[in-house]
C-alpha cells in the first residue's frame, strides 16, 4: 500500500511540475489589454458587437449603458431577443431607438435543429455588416476603450480570431472559491499558453468577448457548423483553429467584466447544462477527469497531513505547486492570494459539478436551455 501512494504522489508532483512549467512559461507570452495602446480611428476596421439575449431585463440595463459608452469609430450593435418573455424585448428597442448604429431582431419560434442561443447569434450575425463580429453576452460590460485595445492585440498578433478572459465579478467567500478554482482549471485543462501556436491543436472560446474576421466565421461554417453546440464559445474556437487560422487569448482585465452567476448555487445549476457538454457527453471520460482532478487537487493535501516518508514529501511538493499557481490566479482575478488554501474545496466542488451535470443530463435523457428542452441523442449527434 506505501508504495502505491508513493506512485500516487509522485504522479501528482509530477503533473504539477510538468503542467506548472508548461503554463507559466506559456503566460508569459498571453498578451494582457492594459499593455496595448487603443488603436486610432484610421486602425479601426467596423466591427459588429452580436449578443443574444432572452429574459435579461435585470442585467441587461447595466450591460447597455456600458455599450453606449463605448468610444469606437466604426461600431454597429445588432442585438437578437430571442423568444423573451419578460421586458428584454421592449427595453433593447427602446435602446436601439436612442442609437442609431444599433439594431434589434426578435425570435418568436426557434426552427427545428437548433439550440436557441446559437440560433439568435445566427441571427445577428446575418443582420450585420462588420469587418469583424464580436460575440458576447447580454449581460458583458465593456470599458470605453475596450474595442480599441482589441483590435490593436489582433492586429499585433496577425489574429483571425481573439477571445479575451475578463474580469469575473465575485461576492462572497463561496463563489470567490469555486471561480478561482474554475480559472485555474480553465488554464490547465485547455492548455491556453498553447493556443496562439498554429501548430498546436489547443482552442478556447470565452463567451464573454469572441473577435473574429467576418472572412474567417464565413470560411468556418458561422454558427449553422454549432446549431446543436451547448458549449458553442469554446468550439468557436475549436473551429477556428481546424481551419487553420490564427487564433489568440488575452487577458482583458477591468476592459471587460461579467458577473456571471449570483451565488454558489446559482453557479452550480448554471453550469449543468455545460460540464458533461464539454467533456462530450462521455462518461467514461468524466470519470478519469474526477479521478485525475481528485488525485491532483485533493489527495495531496490529505497525503501531507496523514502521510509519511516519501508521500508526505512527494504530496508536500504536489501541495506547494498547486498553491503557487493558485496564488497566480488569484491575483490575476484580484483577490487575496489567501484563497489558494481552498484549493482542495474548490477541487471537490468542481467535481461534483462535473458529477452533477452528468447524472442530470443522463437521468432526463438531454438538456433544458431557453425553454426547451433537447434530447441527448440529437446533442450528441451535433458534436463538433
Not at 427545428?112 to 446559437?118: D, E, I, N, S, T
Not at 471561480?179 to 489547443?202: C, K, Q, W, Y
Not at 468577448?209 to 464565413?218: G, K, N, V, W
Request: aromatic share 10%; hydrophobic share 50%.
Amino acid at each position: 500500500m506505501h508504495v502505491f501512494l508513493v506512485v500516487l504522489m509522485a504522479l501528482a508532483a509530477l503533473f504539477w511540475i510538468f503542467s506548472g512549467f508548461r503554463v507559466v512559461r506559456g503566460l508569459f507570452g498571453i498578451p494582457w489589454m492594459k499593455d496595448f495602446a487603443p488603436a486610432q480611428n484610421e486602425e479601426c476596421p467596423r466591427i459588429s458587437l452580436l449578443f443574444a439575449a432572452r429574459d435579461e431585463e435585470e442585467k441587461l440595463p447595466a450591460a447597455l449603458a456600458t455599450l453606449a459608452r463605448i468610444d469606437y469609430p466604426n461600431l454597429e450593435i445588432v442585438a437578437v431577443d430571442d423568444r423573451s418573455g419578460d421586458a428584454t424585448g421592449r427595453i433593447l428597442d427602446d435602446f436601439a431607438r436612442v442609437h442609431p448604429h444599433a439594431r434589434v431582431a426578435h425570435v418568436s419560434e426557434l426552427p427545428a435543429g437548433w439550440l436557441g442561443k446559437p440560433h439568435a447569434l445566427q441571427e445577428a450575425y446575418q443582420g450585420s455588416s462588420g469587418e469583424w463580429l464580436l460575440f458576447t453576452d447580454a449581460d458583458v460590460w465593456f470599458a470605453t476603450d475596450s474595442l480599441r485595445r482589441a483590435i490593436a492585440i489582433a492586429r499585433s498578433r496577425s489574429a483571425d480570431h481573439l477571445t479575451l478572459f475578463g474580469n469575473v465579478v465575485m461576492v462572497g467567500f463561496w463563489e470567490t472559491v469555486l471561480l478561482t478554482f474554475f480559472g485555474l482549471a480553465m488554464h490547465i485543462g485547455n492548455e491556453t499558453h498553447r493556443v496562439s501556436d498554429p501548430n498546436s491543436r489547443a482552442y478556447i472560446g470565452v463567451g464573454a468577448f469572441q473577435l473574429i474576421r467576418r472572412s474567417t466565421y464565413e470560411a468556418i461554417g458561422t454558427h449553422r457548423r454549432l446549431a446543436m453546440e451547448v458549449v458553442d464559445d469554446m468550439k468557436l474556437g475549436k473551429l477556428v483553429k481546424q481551419g487553420g487560422f490564427r487564433s489568440c487569448i488575452g487577458v482583458a482585465e477591468q476592459y471587460v467584466s461579467i458577473r456571471w452567476h449570483s451565488g454558489v448555487g446559482n453557479v452550480v445549476r448554471g453550469v449543468t447544462k455545460n460540464f458533461f457538454a464539454a467533456l462530450g457527453y462521455n462518461v467514461p471520460l468524466v470519470t478519469a477527469a474526477v479521478c485525475g482532478m481528485l488525485l491532483t487537487n485533493v489527495a495531496p493535501f490529505v497525503a501531507l497531513a496523514i502521510g509519511h516518508g516519501w508521500v508526505r514529501g512527494l504530496a508536500g511538493v504536489a501541495v506547494v505547486l498547486a498553491l503557487g499557481f493558485h496564488v497566480g490566479v488569484d491575483l490575476v482575478m484580484k483577490v487575496s492570494p489567501l484563497y489558494a488554501l481552498t484549493h482542495p474545496i474548490g477541487a471537490i466542488l468542481f467535481c461534483y459539478m462535473l458529477i452533477r451535470s452528468t447524472v442530470i443530463t443522463l437521468w432526463r435523457g438531454g438538456v433544458e436551455w431557453r425553454g426547451t428542452f433537447y434530447p441527448l441523442e440529437q446533442l450528441r449527434k451535433g458534436l463538433v
